[in-house]
Structure formats: structure tokens, C-alpha cells
């Protein structure tokens, strides 16, 4: 109990929605390292106008500068993370959500961002509003100390992301009127109308949407100590337990707020931290608590393990079959493969919704076919 009321007054006190415009909400002065990012605003070409198309709801709630409260029911709600290590990833993908939107004004987005970033929320927030002027958007600041005590110090050591945990707490971020939400990696690109992928049906109590596997072997995804705990291991006793990818999920925060599925998953943090079951991080948890429970949607709306091996080099190419969503998990990035010019065939799929401006002397290069050296990418390393 007093474990819970304390991540509940955490989560309260830090999840303070910071709107724009206006940026108002004063909690801490702008840092100068983002002053530093400030001339970085042109780095990223504005994206086109995407326009609604004939037929689309109609909106009941315009606000002043056009923009929509997350409470409007006509809009499909989106969630993913703002960071300036992915910044360029979650760019395009917001790109590409709007360019196959039939509904494009009618997409919000909500981005967790952490308090700590280098290049501060403020500041990312600047640069998604100048490069989508007419988005609908919301950033909120996750506090890492939500979950640092949660992650085992095992991956800690390995410097996980505390923001890779942030989809377990948008029941608590988001708007409590926001009642269903995609959650979207940003290491993805969607080539296809997002609208298709809200409208699916969650069926029975399911509470989360995603394509599952169910010819992945399931027993490597957690250790020998799990599988030889009796009481740990009868958590799959009644339930057929399928891989699905937490990259891509659509996810009823209805039902996810009243089951109280955020301290579901922190439990099993808890026991992981004091017994090592599973090796990976922000995964597993999700694994332990829905597997068997998803909602099986066709798979593409997930191609994910694009990124292949980037330590190998190992390229993968798309599984046959219609694809909706390209998603780069794995080592590999697209934008890294690119401008290091030893790209995959798939990385060229990405290519297109990418916003990143290349200096023009690196377009020389590009158009010389040269080889260039990371030292002539200016500026490159503030956002990678
Ligand atoms: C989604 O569902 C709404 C409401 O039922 C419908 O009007 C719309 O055409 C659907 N959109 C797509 C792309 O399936
Ligand atoms: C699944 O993996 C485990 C351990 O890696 C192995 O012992 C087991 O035989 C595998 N099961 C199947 C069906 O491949």
C-alpha cells in the first residue's frame, strides 16, 4: 500500500502535461545546453500541410489557434517519446502518421519526454512545433526517478532508457478523458492510414492490441530461475503466453486505469529486481502480464527486426505479405545506416519521411557519391 501511494503521488507530482502553445509552466529555468540546440531548429525541414480529407468528423472543440483539447472524441490519440537520441526517428514517424492519415488534423499526438533530456523538453517541444506547425500536441516530462528504483541494476548498468518504461505510465500522463491511445516506438514509420489501426476492436476485457507470435519460443525470454519458481511460472499456467512487440500496441486506458495494469507490471519489476527473472528490460514485464491476453491483430501493423545486427551488419528484408508499419527494432537505425552509407534495402522505405536537414556540404558528398567522415556531419552528434 504505501509503496503504491508513493508512486501515485510520484506519478501526480511529475506528470505535469507541459501544453503548448503556450509553453507556460515554469518548473525550471532553461537550461543552456539548450540554448545550444537553439540554432539546431533549422536542422529539420517543415513537413508538408497534411488536410483532412472529404468525410472526416468534424471537430466540436476548436480552440483559439485551431488547435484541438485532447478531451475532442473525433481524434485518434497517439502516444510516443520525445528524446534527442531518437529525435530524428520519432520525427519521421510522426511524418509519416500524417501523411497516410485520411484524418490527418484529427491525429493528436502525446510525447513523453525526460526531465533530463539534453536537449530539454522545452526545447524538443519548439522543434515539433516548428517543424508541424498545425499539430495537434502535447509533451509531457517523465521524471526518471518513476521507475530508476524499478529497474534492476543489472540493465541499469547497461544504461536502459528509463523512457523505454514510459508506455506503462500513459494511463497516469495522458488527459483522463483519453480512453484508448496507440503507443508507437520511434524507430518506425506507418504506410498506411493510422485510422484503420485505431478502429480495431479489442474483444472480451483485452486490454491491448497488437500482432502476436506464437511460434516464438517463449522459454528464452525469461531465465532458469523464473522457469523453476513454481508460483512464478504458473502465471502462463491457464494461458497460452504469445510474443507480441510493446513497440506497437493499441491499449484501452479505460480498462488499463480500473485494473490498475501499471502496478501489474511494476510487481513484476519488483520481483525482477530482487530475483533476475528475464534479461531484457521494459519488455518482459508486459509479456508476464498480458501475454496470452492480446488482442491478435494482423501483423502489418508490426514488420518489426528491420534493425537486424548493426554490430553484424546483418540486413533483414521484410516478411512477405501486405505491411502497414516498418519498425527498425533491433541494433540497426535507419538514419544511421544511411549517413554512414552502408544502408539495408528496407532502410530506403524509411528514407522518404525523413525531415533531417544534411548540411550542404554534405549533400555535395551525397551527390559525389563520396565517402565523408563524421566530421564533416556539423552538428550531427547534438542529435544522435
Ligand atoms: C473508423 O471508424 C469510424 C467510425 O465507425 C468510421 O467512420 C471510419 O470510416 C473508420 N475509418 C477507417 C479508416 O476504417
Ligand atoms: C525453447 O528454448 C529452450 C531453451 O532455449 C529449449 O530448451 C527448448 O527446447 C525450446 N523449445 C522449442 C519448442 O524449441
Known sequence: MSVGFRLNAAVLLVLVSLVFPPFCVGIRSIPTIGDGLGSGFDRFSEAPDYRNGRGCPVSADKRVLGLKSSCDPSLVHVAMTLDSEYLRGSIAAVHSVLKHASCPENVFFHFISAEFDPASPRVLTQLVRSTFPSLNFKVYIFREDTVINLISSSIREAL????????????????????????????????????????????????????????????????????????????????????????????????????????????????????????????????????????????????????????????RSLHPGPVSLLHWSGKGKPWVRLDARKPCQVDYLWEPYDLYKHSNRVKTQHQSSMAYSPSTLVGYSTYL
Request: one cysteine or more; aromatic letters at 12%.
Open 160 to 315: 536502459e532508457n528509463p523512457l523505454n518504461y514510459a508506455r506503462n505510465y500513459l494511463g497516469d500522463i495522458l488527459d483522463i478523458c483519453v480512453d484508448r491511445v496507440i503507443y508507437l516506438d520511434s524507430d518506425l514509420v506507418l504506410a498506411d492510414d493510422i485510422h484503420k489501426l485505431w478502429n480495431i476492436t479489442l474483444t472480451g476485457s483485452k486490454i491491448i492490441g497488437a500482432p502476436e507470435y506464437c511460434h516464438a519460443n517463449f522459454t528464452t525470454y525469461f531465465t532458469d530461475t523464473f522457469w523453476s519458481d513454481p508460483v512464478l511460472s504458473r502465471v502462463f499456467g491457464s494461458r497460452k503466453p504469445c510474443y507480441f512487440n510493446t513497440g506497437v500496441m493499441v491499449m484501452d486506458l479505460l480498462k488499463w486505469r480500473e485494473g490498475n495494469y501499471r502496478k501489474r507490471i511494476e510487481n513484476w519489476m519488483e520481483i525482477q529486481r530482487r530475483k533476475r527473472i528475464y534479461d531484457l528490460g521494459s519488455l518482459p514485464p508486459f509479456l508476464l502480464v498480458f501475454g496470452g491476453n492480446v488482442e491478435s491483430i494482423d501483423h502489418r501493423w508490426n514488420q518489426h527486426g528491420l534493425g537486424g545486427d548493426n554490430v553484424k551488419g546483418s540486413c
